[in-house]
């Protein structure tokens, strides 16, 4: 049996950054086609040109509303959110109805914390389970990682340095999924402002600032001007090593400690450097929602994770505005 899918919205996410035959799987289209377990059914997009052309790239059907797929198919079992975010929690509210068994969302799931609220208490009633697209969490050598963080390989940490831009809400939530993802913390309280930039909406500005998490970890995240170029980076300081991130997540560097040349001194020194198949993500975001329908393995990036990064944007905003 295959699972249904429909995806909604036929943008870049959905069908636009990939073709068939591409090496990368960056469209929620691309690996859907290419795994055997599902069947995507078509695209829902209002622009009809849009809508057609994704069906035309990926050989399955165009509608121009979400009613005209649903007369067509009656029940679908898989939905795919991918339109702009500010129509993220309409179309959640409006699947919902529809009592599909899986629905993927891309981040950031809803506008507000209190949004995301109504849709955990709505997809938690009618058990629907529900994943949200924070890339980085599906990559093998990300959960390795987080792995090797929580057994202590690099030991206490100290410090961490972010680089971001475009949008605290909209970007900066994939560099605190990750954060908290990899450390375990749960929480930031801001210590310091540093400054704001408008690269990208004014309803969403690309904040500096200084925090705190609950364990002592001194968080510094840094905005740069996404009109210049795009920077998506972490740096983690561990008392006994240090994690850099960088291209947007494409390569891990692990520093490790050890004795200096100079007696009695240390240093840290790169142990390895990691490509990561973060440009496979669909893969292995898709894998999981085919293991969690066929034998009930844990979805990876759920709505818990969305409601912890959503509530201390919230609460960091909130402090720096007061
Ligand atoms: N997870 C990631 O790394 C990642 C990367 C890129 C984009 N995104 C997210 O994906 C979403 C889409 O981004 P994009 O870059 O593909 O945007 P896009 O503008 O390229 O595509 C969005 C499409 O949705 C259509 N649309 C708008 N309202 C609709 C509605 N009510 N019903 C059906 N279709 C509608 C638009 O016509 C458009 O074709 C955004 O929420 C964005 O934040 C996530």
Redesign the pocket.
Known sequence: MKYRVLI??????????DDVDSDMFLTHAHAFKCHDGFELLGF????KK??NTAAKKWGTNAFF??ESAIQKFQYIDIFC?????V??F??LLKVAELKPKFVFA???LTQTLSESLIIKNVYSLNKIPLMV???RAFIPEFKFLEYEIKNNSFGKLRDFYGFYNRGLK?NAS?LFDLFFRLTGEKDLILTQFIDQINDYSLSDLSYSFLAKSNSGVNFNLKSFNGNEYPIFELDFHFSAGRIRVTNAGEIIEKYKKQPSSFNGLSTIKLSESIVTSLNK?FIYSIQNIYNHLTSGEKVVSDIDDTILVMGVTEKIIKSIIK
């Open positions: 909604i919205g036929a943008g870049n996410i959905a069908s636009g950054y829902v997009d209002i622009d849009k809508a509303n979400l959110i991918a339109v702009p975010d129509f993220h309409e179309i891309e981040k950031p697209n924070f890339k909209h994939h993500s």
